[in-house]
């Protein structure tokens, strides 16, 4: 069965400073992989997605994330965050099925200090 | 703004109601999932409907049931409320390209939410 491992529920850090947050998956499939934002009381936000080729992802808003076949691993990086930057995020899979379900990770918070 | 509304905000309901939320898609979208995400938890697939028929389901019982009409809009009804159905409910609409074969990889996108909480 597949499931989403994001290992830091939380993550402080001070404005202008680099972030990474980590997301690891398993899966005996191949796989489909993205990251959303979700502000306080909204919906889910679409950051960026891996669907094949290329294994550095460039999203929104300076986000990019690494597919990492042999480590299972895509995480999210920015090299520089904003206040506005804090938020939720969340890591998911999906199979290359036709059920559209997606498997999220638990979330992992984004605190920028100023 | 993605284009997929939700209604109601918010939601009060007592243990053993039944509640009816509602979701309209983004224009040309024809397949709706919606998931339930717990306080401090991810969201979790409840079920998606293409061409008005469930066609996935994730681990949720029967009380759970929805509806997808042909303008693509769609309703989630929750039986026999429990005190563990509160939680946002999001709906997500994306266009599915061609089902039965090739995944669509097209983005889901996700609607604002609704809040329910059962006393």
């Known amino acids: 069965a597949q499931s989403v491992t994001q290992l830091d529920s939380q993550v402080p850090v001070f404005e202008e400073a680099p972030v990474e947050l980590r997301c690891n998956y398993s899966?005996?499939?191949?796989?489909?992989l993205f990251w959303y934002v979700q502000y306080p009381n909204q919906g889910l936000q679409l950051l960026l997605k891996y669907l094949s080729g290329s294994t550095l992802v460039k999203g929104i808003n300076g986000f990019e994330a690494e597919f990492n076949k042999s480590q299972t691993s895509f995480h999210l990086r920015k090299p520089s965050v904003h206040i506005s930057d804090t938020a939720e995020y969340f890591c998911a899979v999906s199979e290359n099925s036709n059920t559209g379900k997606l498997i999220f990770g638990q979330g992992t918070t984004l605190q920028v200090k100023p | 703004e993605t284009g997929v509304t939700q209604s109601p905000t918010h939601l009060i309901k007592t243990r053993g109601q039944q509640v009816t939320l509602r979701c309209s898609s983004q224009?040309?979208?024809?397949?709706v999932s919606w998931y339930q995400q717990a306080l401090g938890q991810g969201p979790q697939f409840i079920f998606q409907y293409y061409r008005e028929e469930e066609n996935g389901r994730g681990n949720f019982p029967p009380r759970f049931s929805g509806l997808q009409f042909p303008n693509y809009s769609s309703e989630l009804n929750v039986n026999a409320l429990e005190l563990d159905d509160s939680a946002l409910y999001l709906c997500?609409?994306?266009?599915?390209?061609?089902?039965?074969?090739?995944?669509?990889?097209?983005?889901?996108?996700f609607g604002p939410g609704t809040r329910l909480t059962v006393l």
């Open positions: 224009s040309g979208h024809n397949t």
């Open positions: 899966s005996s499939v191949s796989v489909y």
């Open positions: 997500a609409s994306r266009v599915a390209l061609f089902l039965g074969g090739p995944y669509s990889t097209d983005t889901q996108y």
